[in-house]
């Protein structure tokens, strides 16, 4: 059993986990995901690392409660515990050798891009960050951002921040006023990844990306999580979740991430009348 430590909705559309688990906390590092499952009659789910405590033993998850299993995450409260957490699962993001980074994060992947950042300012790497939102009702993660930028642009569809746009159009400015990076990486909703490798295939910087597909158990073994990059399918779970931005078939994650929807839709709206 993993407890669970501390709870937090950080917007309508964002919730804080800590969770203990001394041994993936020892080791996890930026990019890596976990599975869990809830109990015994649980799915298992991925979720990304937000950040991690070695010295606590605890890792902490965001996540966006949209699906039967993540609605359900919400209402558990600290004391509490997950019945399975498996990881630290995937290779971590590749950011050695990095002079100036560009880390950007769409939505909830804002969460998912902070533990790069985070890396990068503790290795002397300058980093600016970009992260976009619908509004500045869910802005998330803010101050944690501050401190490890040495820029932090925050975009906003409907400028309600003062700030509108999309996070591609900060990227352009950034490049377009003179700013020289040599690695950008971004995640975030697919069709936004996919634009901002459009801004950088041009100028041949390096850009990853982080896909996460369906995926099942985070092994390799069940072929759900296949993505095209460079013309040959690749196992997320295993071969990534990272990959060269400008080599990953975004049409066909998209199909992939919409195969489900049925179903995702039957899991949560399901009322069980077991008993009545």
Sequence with gaps: MY?????????????????????????????????LRIDE???RIPLTVNDSDPEAGTITLIFQ???ATTMQL?????????????????????LEGATRACVIGGGLGAAIAYPQAKWLHEHGISVDVIVG?????????????????????????DGSNGNQGF??????????AGVDYDLVLAIGPVIMMKTVAEVTRPLGIKTLVSLNPIMIDGTGMCGGC??????????????GPDFDGHQVDYDEVMRRNRQFTTQEAQARDHVCKLGR
């Design 167 to 176: 996070v591609n159009v900060g990227l352009q400015k950034q490049i377009d």
């Design 226 to 239: 296949r993505v095209k990059v460079g013309g040959e399918y690749k196992h997320a779970c295993v071969d």
């Design 74 to 94: 919400e209402t558990m409260k600290a004391g509490e515990a997950l019945l399975d957490v498996v990881g630290p699962l995937g290779n971590p993001t590749e």
């Design 65 to 67: 409660p949209v699906g």
């Design 133 to 157: 939102f619908r509004s500045k009702d869910i802005i998330i993660l803010e101050d944690e951002f501050k401190a490890v930028a040495d820029n932090l642009i925050i975009m906003t569809d």
């Design 3 to 35: 407890p669970i430590v501390e709870t937090e909705a950080l917007s309508s559309a964002a919730h804080k986990l800590v969770v203990s688990a001394p041994a993936i906390a020892k080791k996890v590092l930026p990019g890596q995901f976990i599975m």
């Design 41 to 43: 009659e649980g799915e």
